[in-house]
């Protein structure tokens, strides 16, 4: 079992920046994907924003390419999210996920370990 712990959410004004933070226990992230996934209000489905996999490959979605950078400290077991030039269209609960294969499709059906989610509000 691998629990995950997200914080460095808050509130931010549009332009600004916020670094999110994915600790995890119970086994090492080395050889784990890791993505990080958001879910708007009143949004049903997670949108899949940025995914690490072990071997050091990366994937963005369009929308967050040249603003957020998904990161790994593997002696912390932290993966984090960089996220800059932030709009208010990015207000969401923000969710750190990790899987231990190797993960080719882009969405959140991929992963099996979830954080609780910590919340993202940009003020324009």
């Known amino acids: 079992q691998v629990q995950l712990v997200e914080s460095g959410g808050g509130v931010v004004q549009s332009g600004g920046s916020l670094r999110l933070s994915c600790v995890a226990s119970g086994h090492t992230l080395d050889d784990y994907a890791v993505g990080w996934f958001r879910q708007a209000p009143g949004k049903e489905r997670q949108e899949v924003l940025c995914i690490s996999n072990g071997d050091g490959s990366t994937y963005y979605t369009d929308s967050v390419k040249g603003r957020f950078i998904i990161s790994r400290d593997n002696a912390k077991n932290t993966a984090y999210l960089q996220m800059s030039s932030l709009e208010p269209e990015d207000t969401a609960i923000y969710y750190c996920?990790?899987?231990?294969?190797?993960?080719?499709?882009?969405?959140?059906?991929?992963?099996?370990?979830w954080g609780q989610g910590t919340p993202v509000t940009v003020s324009e």
């Open positions: 996920a990790a899987d231990p294969g190797f993960v080719i499709v882009h969405q959140y059906t991929e992963f099996q370990y």
